[in-house]
């Protein structure tokens, strides 16, 4: 998207239109057209103004790691040396070019970063974790956790 975003408030049509393109975004127009009371070429405008404003941001596939033999999830607490802006912006910038980083949330509480890594199997993982980890002199420690089951995966948002 170039430009910044134009401010804009979703209204009801809008907020109809999201719940359905959150489920599946390769909902036809015309299909949602019809859910929500309007004509295609509205909703067409509509989706196309809440890209341009930033409230949609971005359509993903979301793919099953199984199904790429990636079997280990790990949910890993990262606990950085301080917390200097250079610090954290470099730090965060690592984290975004790994593609094994499926998710990084910077937080309080203690912890430095959260991170959502996939990898093929333990020793995969351990290699990942040596490189951004490890051999990162910013990382003062870091706390991994093993998933056992995915029970929910997903970018949908409650609507109202």
Not at 106 to 113: A, E, I, K, L
Not at 126 to 144: C, I, K, M, P
Request: aromatic share 6%; charged share 20%.
């Amino acid at each position: 998207m170039a430009g910044s975003p134009t401010p804009r408030s979703p209204d009801g049509f809008d907020r109809a239109i999201l719940r359905i393109i959150q489920q599946d975004n390769k909902t036809p127009q015309r299909s949602i057209a019809e859910a929500v009371n309007l004509s295609t070429a509205a909703v067409q405008r509509r989706i196309a103004a809440m890209e341009r404003a930033g409230i949609i941001q971005h359509n993903v596939a979301i793919i099953d790691p199984a199904a790429l033999a990636l079997t280990i999830t790990a949910i890993v607490e990262v606990f950085m040396a301080d917390e200097r802006a250079a610090t954290i912006d470099h730090a965060k910038a690592v984290f975004r070019a790994a593609p094994e980083v499926q998710q990084c949330y910077y937080v309080t509480g203690g912890t430095s970063f959260v991170v959502v890594i996939v990898a093929s199997d333990m020793p995969a993982y351990q290699a990942l974790a040596r490189r951004l980890f490890e051999q990162n002199e910013a990382v003062s420690h870091y706390r991994t956790m093993v998933a056992l089951d995915r029970v929910k995966m997903g970018a949908e948002l409650t609507i109202d």
